[in-house]
T-cell receptor, first 114, second 110 residues
Framework: DTGVSQNPRHKITKRGQNVTFRCDPI?????LYWYRQTLGQGPEFLTY????????KSRLLSDRFSAERPKGSFSTLEIQRTEQGDSAMYLC????????????FGPGTRLTVL | RKEVEQDPGPFNVPEGATVAFNCTYS??????FFWYRQDCRKEPKLLMS???SGNEDGRFTAQLNRASQYISLLIRDSKLSDSATYLC???????????FGAGTRLFVKA
């Protein structure tokens, strides 16, 4: 399967712990996006990479959140000192460059903070 | 005011019915428009792009009205398999920041 993959698919953690998620985009896609989705809402934009450069971060992304894409391929999203409000589905998407290109989504990582 | 607004529904329609969803957006710098479909506990998938001239893909027709800043999706001859959440998506100039509406839920019943 050459689609977008995310790991882990599920993560349960205790409040205050750090968690890291990984996204592997479609290989030829140079754009990578992170979103957060909660029940009954659409995906909320968190951040975006073009190759290895992080070009935009949403104000939703507090200082506890950091994302990297070190070699322009896979990306990681880390949440430090997790809070119960961080519980959500974290979705990664990738696309080719250009506004009209489809974003292909991965299956997401569901985070539960106890 | 949210940047992209949709009626959350749910829309409950019988098989064969025609149903229409509308979506409004607030930022005139919006450049590209899409409808995505999301099944329960699945990731969103592109249904269709929305072009200024309007476009059709089988039973689905999408239209854009830039002057009034709204997008519509029309589904004809609804099938049971059309039951899903339909997400209106707006992408801003520059092509990266993407805003999703909260989605409209559709249930098609036999």
């Amino acid at each position: 399967d050459t689609g977008v993959s995310q790991n882990p698919r599920h993560k349960i953690t205790k409040r205050g712990q750090n968690v890291t998620f990984r996204c592997d985009p479609i290989s030829e896609h140079n754009r990578l996006y992170w979103y957060r989705q909660t029940l009954g809402q659409g995906p909320e934009f968190l951040t975006y990479f073009q190759n290895e450069a992080q070009l935009e971060k949403s104000r939703l992304l507090s200082d506890r959140f950091s994302a990297e894409r070190p070699k322009g391929s896979f990306s990681t999203l880390e949440i430090q000192r997790t809070e119960q409000g961080d519980s959500a589905m974290y979705l990664c998407a990738s696309s080719l460059e250009g506004p009209g290109h489809e974003q292909f989504f991965g299956p997401g990582t569901r985070l539960t903070v106890l | 005011r949210k940047e992209v607004e949709q009626d959350p529904g749910p829309f409950n329609v019988p098989e064969g019915a025609t149903v229409a969803f509308n979506c409004t957006y607030s930022n005139s710098a919006s450049q590209s428009f899409f409808w995505y479909r999301q099944d329960c506990r699945k990731e969103p998938k592109l249904l269709m792009s929305v072009y200024s001239s309007g476009n059709e893909d089988g039973r689905f027709t999408a239209q854009l009205n830039r002057a009034s800043q709204y997008i519509s999706l029309l589904i004809r001859d609804s099938k049971l398999s059309d039951s899903a959440t339909y997400l209106c998506v707006v992408r801003f100039t520059g092509g990266f920041k993407t805003i999703f509406g909260a989605g409209t839920r559709l249930f098609v019943k036999a």
